[in-house]
């Protein structure tokens, strides 16, 4: 099956850049999506992108696709403490499929 | 508001004891699914539906089952719970790009 890595830590200071990444090893996958988890809370949506892009951007958020290497990448730009939270990695192929994710990145703010 | 209604939010059960986790949604969707969420693990699927009547396994489905009666349903049931089963368990639905999610069941088993 669909296997998804993603490193467990990230700490940024606030107003830097944080770039966290996500390596796949199905090329087949059709949608790959970037989700937030905070505290407590369950999963917002926060981009999604298409195996026939390379990259979307949206308001802070960029999300860049090597389809070469099977690497996904979410930069958040002008990082704040309210961007502290988990991120998962999740792709699913063509159709109503299931999402696979991946084990999350714990993002850490530093004010 | 349109979305996905997961109930309780909380539960406490012993071991043995059954239980049913409780998920509606209101957008019409055909596909309904299971995760569950534990420490350093990310979610994992237990089971889904891509309509009334149809279920499937995803990767942990021991110690759970599931029916689909309805579109707006997906019932999620532990027929004798065991302390491994401790975990927070989020339902799903998607009618084409996004899913959406409830906000979460967190199961305690004693």
């Known amino acids: 099956g669909e296997d998804v890595e993603q490193s467990l830590f990230l700490s940024v200071r606030e107003g830097d850049s944080s770039v966290i990444n996500c390596t796949y090893t199905?090329?087949?996958?059709?949608?790959l999506y970037w989700y937030k988890q905070e505290p407590g809370a369950g999963l917002q949506l926060l981009t999604y992108?298409?195996?026939?892009?390379d990259m979307k951007q949206d308001q802070r958020l960029t999300v860049l696709l090597n389809k070469k290497d099977k690497h996904l990448s979410l930069r958040i730009a002008d990082t704040q403490t309210g961007d502290s939270a988990i991120y998962f990695c999740a792709l699913r192929w063509e159709g109503n499929t299931p999402l696979v994710f991946g084990k999350g990145t714990r993002l850490s703010v530093i004010a | 508001n349109a979305g996905v209604t997961q109930t309780p939010k909380f539960q406490v059960l012993k071991t043995g004891q059954s239980m049913t986790l409780q998920c509606a949604q209101d957008m019409n969707h055909e596909y309904m699914s299971w995760y569950r969420q534990d420490p350093g693990m990310g979610l994992r699927l237990i089971h889904y539906?891509?309509?009334?009547?149809?279920?499937d396994q995803g990767e942990v489905p021991n110690g759970y089952n599931v029916s689909r009666s309805t579109t707006e349903d997906f019932p999620l049931r532990l027929l004798s719970a065991a302390p491994s089963q401790t975990s927070v368990y989020f339902c799903a639905t998607t009618g084409g790009d996004g899913y959406t999610f409830g906000s979460g069941t967190r199961l305690t088993v004693v």
């Open positions: 539906s891509v309509g009334a009547g149809i279920t």
């Open positions: 199905d090329s087949s996958s059709t949608y």
């Open positions: 992108i298409f195996s026939n892009m």
